[in-house]
């Protein structure tokens, strides 16, 4: 009898424990933990894509009058050597980090891990990291540091991430070769569309060349298992730049 | 005239699906010919499963008796994964065909579109 409601007793235990475990693990289906694992941009080339993708339209960078000029000339350089099969070298050959926010194009993966005041985000591709500090704030304009990843902070709004960036080094450049300044700011909101898919919208602005604050959306998709790789650029990086500007490649005899 | 509009339809919506951005990888493609194909019968000397490309060495015997090498450049580890390729897909000395772009410059390179293994299973590889 006497083991009998222990039994009874450690089965409804039990049960209260899994309804427990349950109730945490739908909480975490939006919000704070919703975005820990790995991530990939979608559809992939070649994929179908999931119907479920709300794929967004392609968007052209809206550069200040004063800036358009150069980055067109740029823009068609690259264009032209393209076509005549002589590709310039651009800093990605030399193993330079894209930086933020050409980073979160990448089509290898991007795995987020979310701890206590904090949002870590490793890409894959040249092994960039983003630490993403949460309800913090920037340094002082006078103690701002300008490097490849910038600043960031970030702060839970409901079921969506907001990250704000700033210290970006004007070296690095926006989507599409766009230049950008000292004062450029970017704002990204991360939110999941369904438990496996992941929508970003970046909004940058910046006084120095853009004519209007600039937003692009991104899609990811949950790459369930998946484990993270190294990527060292420069393992055994056999292009460099040829004495003409043009990416020239290191062939066995 | 229903199938033509659909079709433009398709279309127009295939281009609304690239990417926001275009998103490439290490470098450009473009020194490769990739209206051309080329094949490559020989003996594999080395395989480098490593970033940021993968590259493949083989030496190539030809009609007069005389052995030229080749590099045979991949993509990314991580996406020849993706398709199917593993670390030790090809080993020194295995005898492959490989069907490859061309470089364009005339140098002995190209891009690697696919390999017949000796057991003859074949690997593909799509630059992403």
């Given amino acids: ?253 | 005239m229903l199938s033509k509009t659909t079709s433009l339809r398709s279309a127009a919506l295939a281009l609304l699906m690239l990417p926001a951005v275009p998103v490439a990888a290490h470098h450009s493609t473009a020194m490769f010919d990739k209206k051309r194909t080329v094949e490559l019968t020989g003996a594999i000397t080395e395989f480098q499963w490593t970033n940021p490309h993968t590259w493949i060495e083989i030496d190539v015997p030809q009609a007069n008796g005389q052995v030229v090498h080749y590099s045979i450049e991949g993509g990314a580890v991580r996406t020849m994964e993706q398709q199917g390729w593993k670390v030790r897909s090809l080993k020194p000395g295995d005898r492959v065909t490989l069907v490859v772009h061309p470089m364009r410059s005339g140098g002995r390179g190209g891009m690697i579109v696919r390999a017949t293994l000796p057991d003859g299973r074949v690997l593909s590889y799509q630059p992403r």
């Fill in chain 1, 1 to 253: 009898m006497f083991s009998r409601s222990l039994a009874v007793g450690l089965l409804a235990a039990a049960l209260f424990a899994t309804a427990t475990a349950q109730t945490a693990a739908a909480q975490r289906i939006v919000g704070p933990g919703s975005l820990n694992g790995v991530w990939q941009i979608a559809p992939q080339r070649g994929e179908v894509p999931d119907p479920r993708l709300r794929i967004p339209p392609r968007s052209i960078p809206p550069l200040k009058a004063e800036v358009v000029a150069a980055y067109e000339i740029r823009q068609r350089a690259l264009r032209e050597a393209e076509e005549q099969g002589r590709p310039l070298a651009v800093e990605r050959v030399d193993c330079v980090p894209d930086g933020f926010p050409r980073m979160m194009g990448t089509t290898l993966p991007i795995e987020i891990i979310e701890s206590p005041g904090k949002v870590t985000m490793i890409v894959e591709f040249n092994t960039q990291v983003r630490h993403i500090h949460l309800d913090a704030k920037h340094p002082p304009a006078d103690e701002l540091e300008f490097n490849f990843f910038g600043n960031s902070v970030g702060w839970w709004q409901g079921d969506t991430l907001v990250v704000e960036t700033v210290g970006i080094q004007p070296s690095t450049l926006l989507f599409d070769n766009a230049p950008h300044g000292e004062r450029l700011r970017i704002t990204e909101r991360y939110r999941l569309v369904t438990p496996d898919i992941l929508e970003l919208e970046l909004t940058m602005t910046d006084p120095d060349t853009l004519a209007e604050p600039w937003t692009v959306r991104r899609v990811f998709a949950r790459q369930k298992g998946m484990r993270l790789r190294e990527f060292v650029c420069q393992e055994n990086n056999r292009n460099y730049r040829g004495a003409d500007g043009a990416i020239a490649t290191d062939i066995k005899d």
